[in-house]
């Protein structure tokens, strides 16, 4: 089972700035292997939104969902 590690603000910005990379990567014409470049960034960004898993924070530990406390015994 893998252990989602993106925030959903997180997500949310990944998601906007890829959308954004994809309209640039689909505006370079004239400039192909840049297009290629951010066209494939963005859709690293929208994957790792649309499924709140970055194996980047996994190497580094880091981890921006909220986990809930854990309880105190009573």
């Known amino acids: 089972m893998v ?6 603000t997180d997500s949310g910005l990944r998601a906007l700035l890829g959308v954004v990379l994809l309209g640039i990567s689909a505006s370079l014409n004239d400039r192909p292997l840049l297009a290629l470049g951010s066209g494939l960034i963005a859709l690293v960004l929208i994957g790792t939104a649309l499924f709140r898993v970055c194996p ?3 190497l580094l530990g880091i981890d921006s969902c909220p986990r809930d406390p854990e309880p105190h015994g009573s």
Do not use: F
């Not at 252990?3 to 959903?8: L, M, P, S, T």
């Open 3 to 8: 252990i989602k590690n993106v925030g959903a």
């Open 56 to 58: 980047v924070y996994t």
